[in-house]
């Protein structure tokens, strides 16, 4: 592999498949059943392509002509058991390959996930062809209607499959990376890579931001930061009561048994009495709440009511 196409991988390493789309459309997507068997691994090399006649002989052969930073890519969809499992994706991942990609069933899935190369199939099954067929150098795939040819490069995220020729990628780059155009970023340089809705986003966070006040800092604070630097008791200024104080205006409501106290709050008037205070040396303000009365209510009962109308009774 020459040094330009390994700068080109590098390059779509760091774009994501739907930015390669968007930019360039005459880009290729394979079929979406084919899903990675552990997500979040992203991968770009040239493909190596192999046809698995429900036979292993083909992913052999074109195993062994792979190179570093390859992928190779299996068409296996006709068939119901594996093709792949995890001597081959072993094997791979000894040779340095990008990535496997499978269209059709692997196994030893618990085996293969543990691995660091990316594996990708669209299922999976317990039992394996066998190996006899004659194999076919290189052949040019049919992958659900999309056409997959030696040399070709793909990319490949948890969004899908993305196959095209070098130029059809670079044709897409001068929008990204390198003229950084308005659709297709780099992920790790900016995230919204769609400028037209820059200034929607925009004027959303503005009013947003309107909405929200921003939190008090402590260089907002009265006092200067630091030990023993607050000024003396008299220069300072006492502040005055607001009706957002922490003094409180207290209504209280009393019970015993069945008896209740009324209480008589002040008005919403009146505002809690502060005064300065220099208790613990530092200057403060005590505030005090308006005094809430409170009577008790009367207590009548059956033997009080008897007691005085027998002792008002005329004695005999």
Request: hydrophobic share 40%.
């Amino acid at each position: 592999m020459t040094s330009e196409p390994a700068a080109l991988l590098a390059t779509l390493a760091t774009l994501s498949t739907t930015s390669l789309i968007d930019a360039a459309p005459a880009l290729r997507v394979l079929p979406h059943e084919i899903r990675p068997i552990v997500p979040g691994r992203r991968f770009a090399g040239r493909v190596v392509t192999a046809r698995a006649d429900r036979d292993l002989r083909p992913v052999i052969a074109a195993l062994r002509t792979t190179e570093a930073g390859d992928v190779l890519v299996v068409d296996a969809s006709d068939g119901e058991r594996a093709v792949a499992g995890e001597l081959f994706a072993s094997e791979a991942q000894r040779r340095g390959l990008a990535a496997l990609v499978v269209s059709g069933r692997t196994r030893d899935t618990a085996t293969v996930a543990k691995l660091a190369i990316p594996v990708w199939s669209s299922g999976f099954a317990p039992n394996a062809y066998a190996a006899t067929a004659e194999p076919v150098a290189n052949p040019v795939l049919d992958m659900g209607g999309v056409r997959v040819a030696p040399g070709d490069l793909i990319v490949g995220d948890d969004d899908g499959l993305v196959v095209g020729t070098a130029q059809e990628f670079e044709a897409a780059l001068p929008a990204g990376a390198r003229d950084r155009g308005p659709r297709v970023r780099a992920a790790a340089d900016d995230p919204g890579w769609l400028l037209p809705l820059r200034p929607l986003l925009m004027t959303r966070f503005a009013r947003r931001a309107e909405r929200v006040q921003p939190r008090p800092s402590a260089s907002s604070s009265p006092w200067p930061v630091g030990r023993g630097s607050r000024p003396s008791p008299a220069a300072t200024p006492i502040p005055r009561s607001s009706p957002s104080s922490s003094c409180t205006r207290s209504t209280t409501t009393c019970s015993r048994r069945r008896m209740r106290r009324r209480c008589s709050t002040p008005p919403r008037t009146a505002r809690p009495s502060c005064e300065p205070s220099l208790r613990g040396g530092s200057p403060r303000t005590v505030c005090r709440a308006p005094p809430t009365t409170c009577s008790s209510p009367k207590v009548v009962s059956r033997v009080s009511t008897w007691w005085q109308n027998s002792s008002s009774m005329p004695a005999t």
